[in-house]
């Protein structure tokens, strides 16, 4: 089993920036999927992006399109998630996940993935 290591988070004012890391370890070269899931306060965790990580294929929730990105840098066994202009409702605790194999769910639910990691805070002030 793989373990997963986020890190990046903290507090920004609205418009700022930050990137989240997720260090992987265990069992990168079978990974399939990877992805960033966000939980706010009260509320389900939702997908925010995913990446296919052999083919490098990318998706982004529509709430954070044209803002965030993700990818990764296999040479640091590293998932990134850079976000730009932060808005208050982008305010919630940030999880890495993986899976080393195909599923029936899609990849925005959590259910797609077996791994995650302990999730980093990201605040928002406006």
């Known amino acids: 089993q793989g373990q997963l290591v986020e890190s990046g988070g903290g507090s920004v004012q609205t418009g700022g920036s930050l990137r989240l890391s997720c260090t992987v370890s265990?069992?990168?070269?079978?990974?399939?999927?990877m992805g960033w899931f966000r939980q706010a306060l009260g509320k389900e965790r939702e997908g925010v992006a995913v990446i296919y990580t052999r083919a490098g294929r990318t998706y982004y929730a529509d709430s954070v399109k044209g803002r965030f990105t993700i990818s990764q840098d296999s040479a640091k066994n590293t998932l990134y998630l850079q976000m730009n202009s932060l808005k208050p409702d982008d305010a919630a605790v940030y999880y890495c996940?993986?899976?080393?194999?195909?599923?029936?769910?899609?990849?925005?639910?959590?259910?797609?993935?077996?791994?995650w990691g302990q999730g980093t805070q990201v605040t928002v002030s406006s």
């Open positions: 996940a993986a899976d080393t194999g195909s599923s029936v769910y899609s990849h925005y639910d959590v259910r797609r993935f077996t791994t």
């Open positions: 265990g069992y990168i070269d079978r990974t399939v999927i």
